[in-house]
């Protein structure tokens, strides 16, 4: 077939130019059981004329946007699943420390914390970033307030401090006590 018949056919067959561009399309990517690899060469010229590529390229940005989408909300959902299950193990990780002191795992990455009801959490793991946000987001949703300052501790523990009762005053000691990198975070 020449690019004229093609043509030929297709404008007898199709009468909307996105029906014709559809079928041009489908053709192209089923091409080894369908036609000849002559008949598909000619396709390929076919397609990449103005007319093709542009609604071929509106198909295809179509798709893309609707893929992105469900993605999104599929990642949306993820998030917010993984956000209460982070939520109920901080809250299962408070109620069980005893002498106000524990380890715990978040991602095969260890933390620990030091909690007094209605008082003082302090939470500190040796990695800065994501893991340590969702572990701080976490327990400030379980204590129902937020941290007030973050510092690096001895050996590189990155620490969040929650102060309930007088944070001004435990901020203040921590400046006296010369924590690295002391930065408040409630103002």
């Not at 309930?164 to 901020?171: A, E, I, M, T, V």
Request: contains cysteine; aromatic residues 10%; positive net charge.
């Amino acid at each position: 077939m020449k690019e004229k018949q093609v043509w030929e056919h297709i404008n007898r067959k199709y009468k909307d130019g996105k029906e014709k561009s559809t079928f041009l399309y489908e053709v192209f990517y089923n091409r080894n059981r369908l036609i000849s690899p002559e008949t598909y060469s000619t396709i390929c010229d076919v397609l990449n004329t103005p007319i093709c590529t542009g609604v071929i390229f509106g198909q295809l940005a179509n798709q893309i946007a609707e893929r992105t989408q469900k993605e999104r909300k599929e990642r949306e959902k993820l998030t917010l699943e993984r956000k209460q299950e982070d939520l109920e193990n901080a809250k299962r990780f408070l109620d069980s420390l005893r002498g106000r002191f524990g380890k715990g795992q978040i991602e095969r990455t260890p933390f620990c914390a030091t909690y007094i009801k209605e008082k003082i959490l302090m939470v500190s793991m040796l990695e800065d970033g994501s893991l340590l946000e969702r572990l701080v987001e976490a327990f400030s949703e379980a204590v129902k307030y937020n941290p007030f300052c973050k510092y690096t501790d001895l050996g590189g523990m990155k620490t969040y401090e929650w102060d309930k009762r007088n944070p001004d005053k435990r901020y203040a000691a921590l400046r006296r006590e010369g924590k690295e990198d002391l930065i408040r975070l409630d103002r």
